[in-house]
């Protein structure tokens, strides 16, 4: 299931991105999070991106009652700038102990439906080149993998794509 984070699971947000292992691909400074305070306020900020179509949802699988990580869906910010780019990226972090559980994948399938059904026409990714693992998730997914960029976050990315699916409307 995805739903929005909620205030009362900030201890759960600082759990997951106080661990480097987490952090690590998160933009061009990566930071752990040290302070209940912070997670908080992550969690404010996540709750202000304007919907319908994008946000930060907390991802909690069937029979677990607390999330297990992140996924969201957002407009990239262009290098340089940090100007929004008007490019849906969807993406995903996940707590270590849900690495290698599907869960990237499953919700990264659930937001490209949600894209799909507000209209968007594509949606991209962006990995740091060591990132297998998300980049596999792309692939999973059915995105192309376009090589290197350095167009978004102001860091050396790999970029993936995908378009909306053909419809017999």
Known sequence: MLRPWRLDE????LDMYSRPDVVRYLGPNPAVLTELA????????????????HGVWAIVPTGHQHPVGTA???????????APSGITEVGWHLHPIAWGHGYATEAGQRLLQHAWSQGLQRVLAVTYPQNTASQAVC???????????????????????????????
Do not use: H, N
């Open 139 to 169: 692939l999973r997914l059915g995105m192309t993998a376009l090589g290197l960029t350095a167009d978004y976050y102001d860091v050396s990315c790999e970029l993936f794509s995908i378009a909306r699916p053909e419809t017999d409307d």
């Open 72 to 82: 969201l869906l957002k407009i990239l910010p262009r290098s340089g700038s940090g």
């Open 10 to 13: 900030a201890e759960i947000v």
């Open 38 to 53: 912070q997670a908080q306020d992550r969690i404010r900020r996540w709750l202000t991106i304007e919907g319908p179509t």
